[in-house]
Each structure stands twice: as structure tokens, then as C-alpha cells.
């Protein structure tokens, strides 16, 4: 496409009466072109519209390990599409738009699914009863005592008031066997508590949050972060990334038309012929007044548009 665009402005250049343009001036245009496109459609995608087909040769995916950073190289203007865990079909990553979003604890309603797990718990005397909780905790609903024989007695997790009065209950006292929690500031607080070297293992079953994932730009890269910190995923990243630069080789000026060689050709697909052109023209500076060119850059796209669909 890089050799077609250069004919095609050389010959704009000449029917305006515009002079001599340097071929390395032409190319410089077009590349600045191609990456105004470029911004110009990603800023349009939306997921009700779909994605532009001219954008599809800019796709791209990289697997970023949990053993690094999540750092996505040279990624800095990339435009980031969605994340995925590696081999984790139940498990679905939210993107967060911005910093509010990640912060903020989100409702139920907000998830398309949600996931179960069990925590185990081992409580002693010294512990007061206080266990932290899991950082993806999102609901409990009841906790399980796992006695020495293996034995599985099911608790009770109660609000505030009411596990001071079954606490202090002689009526319905609490057991081991009958055991009561309550959660409070990112703890659980069961009752009775161990004593001596004794110690009681629970088990908490619990619907945990789905990953909510941000990325900020670091440099030319760009890293990502994941809340709840408790996640350990590989992940896969698709976005789009800008066009590489067009290059060429540039020979002497014969009759006015410098020869060149093109050593790395635009992506862009032939659709995207007539956009790149205009842009590069204006760049350039030349206004293009002469019908018979407009006329001609309206059939190329015209063509270039019915190449696409067939």
C-alpha cells in the first residue's frame, strides 16, 4: 500500500500544481496519517457497535505469567480489549474504567457469575477466637467445627447483638459442637475458644468476588494489578496495538519522481486506502481542489470498500 499512496499523492501533488514533494516527506505524512486513523477508530469502539473491521489486522494477545509482574511490553498505547485467566473457564475478569471502580466493594448484581470456596480456619487460645478472612471473601452465609474423629458439626454466623447474647446464653449456650462466628473489620470471631494447647479447625464455605483487574501506564509499558490480591492467574491480554511505521529506501530523483523500495509495508488493509490519503495530504499540505482528483480518490475507495466485502 506504501508504493500505491506515494503514486497516488505524487500525482494529486502535480495535478494542484504543489511542487516537488520529498519521498521521505510523503512517507513521514502517511505514517502520521495511518496512526490518526488508527486513534481516530479505536476512540469509536464501543461493545454495542462491535469492532471496526479495518482495525483487525492490529489484533493481538500476550500471556502474562503470575510469576512476573503483569507487565505487557512496549504496551503503553496499546488499547487494551479484555483479560482472561489461563485455563480457568469459571473464573472471569472484570476491567475496571477507573480508580473508583476498583476500590469500590461491588454488589452481586454487578457479576455475571460468582464463585464458592472453602477457607480452612485454626483457632486457638491465644488467637481470642479472631481469624482473618479471605481478601475475595464476598458472602458467608455458615461455618463448619471438624472435630479430632472427623466429626462435622455445623455453626452459626450471627450478627453483632445477637452473638454477645448467645455468647452470654445459658438458655442456648454455645458449644464446639454448636458453634457461633460473627464477622467484623475483615475478621471472624468464633465462640467458644479453645484452651491450653487445644485448638478447633473450622471450615468456612464463602461466594468470593471475581478478579477485578486496572492497568496504568508505566513508561512505554504497561502493568497490571488485581484485586482481590488473593488471585495467582496467568492471564491472556487482547488489545490493539498501533501500526508499525512504513519504511523505505529512497533513490534519486528522476524527472521529478523519486524511486523508492519499500522494506516494511503498511498493515492497514486496502479499505483503509482513501482515509490514509486524505490525512497524508493534509499533512502535507495540499488542498485538494481539483475535481477530477476527488473524483479518482472516490472511485479508489469505492473499489477498495467492494474488495473488502467480497
Given amino acids: 500500500m506504501l508504493q500505491r499512496l506515494h503514486t497516488f499523492i505524487r500525482d494529486i501533488a502535480r495535478k494542484e500544481r504543489s511542487g516537488f514533494v520529498r519521498a521521505e516527506t510523503i512517507t513521514e505524512a502517511i505514517n502520521a496519517a495511518s496512526f490518526d486513523l488508527w486513534r481516530s477508530k479505536v476512540s469509536k469502539l464501543s461493545n454495542a457497535n462491535g469492532e471496526d473491521w479495518l482495525l483487525q489486522p492490529f489484533r493481538g494477545s500476550q500471556t502474562l505469567t503470575s510469576a512476573g509482574d503483569y507487565t505487557l511490553a512496549g504496551g503503553a498505547n496499546y488499547k487494551i480489549l479484555s483479560v482472561d485467566p489461563v485455563d480457568q473457564e469459571d473464573i472471569e475478569i472484570t476491567l475496571a474504567d477507573n480508580d473508583q471502580e476498583f476500590t469500590l466493594i461491588k454488589s452481586a448484581s454487578e457479576f455475571k457469575h460468582l464463585l464458592t470456596s472453602d477457607f480452612p480456619i485454626t483457632i486457638n487460645a491465644a488467637s481470642n477466637g479472631l481469624a482473618d478472612l479471605p481478601d475475595d471473601l464476598f458472602r458467608v ?31 442456648i449456650p454455645a458449644t464446639v459442637t454448636n458453634p457461633i462466628a460473627r464477622i467484623h473489620d475483615n475478621q471472624i470471631q468464633f465462640y467458644p475458644v479453645p484452651t491450653g494447647p487445644n485448638t478447633y479447625s473450622f471450615t468456612l464455605p464463602y461466594i468470593k468476588f471475581n478478579p477485578v483487574a486496572r492497568y496504568s501506564v508505566d513508561g512505554n509499558d504497561l502493568t497490571f494489578e488485581f484485586k482481590p490480591t488473593s488471585y495467582d492467574l496467568d492471564i491472556n491480554v487482547y488489545f490493539l496495538r498501533p501500526p508499525l511505521l512504513a519504511t523505505a529506501t529512497y533513490g534519486t530523483p528522476v524527472r521529478g519522481i523519486q524511486p523508492l523500495t519499500v522494506t516494511q509495508d503498511l498493515e492497514w488493509n486496502s479499505g483503509a486506502f482513501a482515509e490514509i490519503a486524505n490525512r497524508a495530504l493534509t499533512y502535507i499540505g495540499i ?15 469505492q473499489n477498495n470498500q467492494q474488495d473488502a466485502n467480497n
Wanted: glycine share 8%; net charge negative; charged share 20%.
Fill in 287 to 301: 488542498s485538494v481542489n481539483n475535481q477530477g482528483a476527488v473524483q479518482l480518490e472516490s472511485i479508489v475507495s
Fill in 141 to 171: 452465609g455458615q461455618v463448619f467445627y471438624h472435630n479430632y474423629s472427623g466429626n462435622i458439626y455445623e455453626g452459626q454466623i450471627l450478627e453483632d447483638r445477637e452473638f454477645i447474647d448467645r455468647k452470654n446464653s445459658v438458655i
